[in-house]
């Protein structure tokens, strides 16, 4: 009698166990939440929808990591940052932006209480100084502050980097795009680590002073050929990690091997998954880079290539069209 219960008995505890030890693999994984904001500027320019998804095509499916994305706008699911171990945002910023609307701060400090990490791409790094700003600066180490920080478009040559997971397998390259630099960072720059840091040209200097232009501190840091910080990583005192990357007007950059490296090294590192030695590699083919835009009036994306092949010779040639 004993026998015959004994062989179900087992293999249900079997069951449960191989159940369990999966749901124990899933719980371990780390869920990285990335929000793409709804469409904005012109073709190839601010695509939050495409410039997530390369990021997700990149990543998921390596061990141990789970991505989310959420386009459109915030996400409607009142759970989405449940658990997360890491929020990306990449949308309009300004008085716009997707994480000062309604109660979303609260929902971010919510999730960043549990050590989750917080990263912004392109606009989505600036926000009111009234509102947000002190959130962006204690989940990130800094944000884009108007009348002190500004957004020239210009050619940044990266020649070294420091000592980081982020810099893993990074080589020096030169990018142009809208770089926004002066940030606004914590005093003496505590905890924070600059990743991208290049000498802005005297010609980003030539607008006149307003919110995203110009102002006397930027000017006098410009003129002493201080070097400025276009993408940080910050590590906060109460644990967890941020990341700001004010580039990304271009979407046409993500072609460039070590631009994109230094993207998803760091999406790891704020969800504090471990980067590879040698970096995130994604090859990626410029049918690729080309797929998910969103719909914009304007000229043909296959034109704006042609031009940035033409342009920006210092981009790796990659397979494509
Ligand atoms: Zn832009």
């Keep these: 009698m004993l026998r015959l219960h004994t062989f179900p008995t087992l293999l249900i505890t079997i069951l449960m166990g191989w159940l369990s030890a999966n749901d124990a693999q899933a719980e371990n994984d780390k869920k990285i939440v990335l929000i793409a904001g709804p469409p904005s500027h012109g073709v190839l320019q601010h695509e939050h929808k495409a410039g997530c998804m390369l990021i997700e095509h990149c990543l998921q499916g390596r061990p141990g990591i789970e991505l989310k994305v959420y386009t459109g706008g915030w996400p409607e699911n009142?759970?989405?940052?449940?658990?997360?171990?890491?929020?990306?945002?990449?949308?309009?910023?300004?008085?716009?932006?997707?994480?000062?609307?309604?109660?979303?701060?609260?929902?971010?400090?919510?999730?960043?209480?549990?050590?989750?990490?917080?990263?912004?791409?392109?606009?989505?790094?600036?926000?009111?100084?009234?509102?947000?700003?002190a959130e962006f600066l204690k989940w990130m180490g800094g944000y884009f502050e108007t009348h002190w920080s500004v957004n020239p478009h210009w050619q940044a040559e990266f020649k070294a980097f420091p000592e980081h997971p982020i810099s893993n397998g990074v080589k020096p390259f030169g990018v142009n795009d809208e770089w926004y630099f002066h940030m606004r960072f914590p005093e003496g720059m505590e905890g924070v680590t600059p990743i991208l840091s290049a000498h802005p040209p005297k010609e980003t200097m030539k607008?006149?002073?307003?919110?995203?232009?110009?102002?006397?501190?930027?000017?006098?840091?410009?003129?002493?050929?201080?070097?400025?910080?276009?993408?940080?990583?910050?590590?906060?005192?109460?644990?967890?990690?941020?990341?700001?990357?004010?580039?990304?007007?271009?979407?046409?950059?993500?072609?460039?091997?070590?631009?994109?490296k230094v993207i998803l090294n760091a999406v790891l590192w704020i969800a504090q998954a471990e980067v590879p030695s040698n970096g995130v590699d994604c090859p990626l083919t410029e049918e690729m880079i080309?797929?998910?835009?969103?719909?914009?009036?304007?000229?043909?994306?296959?034109?704006?290539?042609?031009?940035?092949?033409?342009?920006?010779?210092?981009?790796s040639p990659v397979q494509g069209k």
């Excluded at 410009?222 to 940080?232: L, R």
């Excluded at 000229?299 to 290539?305: M, S």
Aim: proline share 7%.
């Design 78 to 133: 009142p759970d989405a940052l449940e658990g997360a171990d890491a929020v990306i945002i990449f949308c309009t910023g300004g008085k716009n932006h997707l994480a000062i609307q309604e109660n979303r701060l609260a929902q971010l400090e919510k999730v960043m209480q549990t050590g989750a990490g917080f990263g912004c791409l392109h606009y989505g790094v600036e926000v009111p100084r009234d509102q947000g700003g």
């Design 207 to 260: 607008r006149g002073d307003g919110p995203h232009s110009g102002n006397p501190a930027v000017r006098e840091a410009v003129a002493q050929g201080q070097p400025q910080h276009v993408a940080w990583a910050y590590e906060r005192p109460e644990g967890g990690r941020g990341f700001g990357f004010t580039g990304l007007h271009n979407h046409l950059n993500w072609r460039n091997p070590s631009f994109r």
């Design 290 to 315: 080309l797929s998910n835009l969103d719909q914009k009036r304007g000229r043909n994306p296959l034109e704006v290539l042609r031009d940035a092949r033409k342009n920006q010779p210092f981009l």
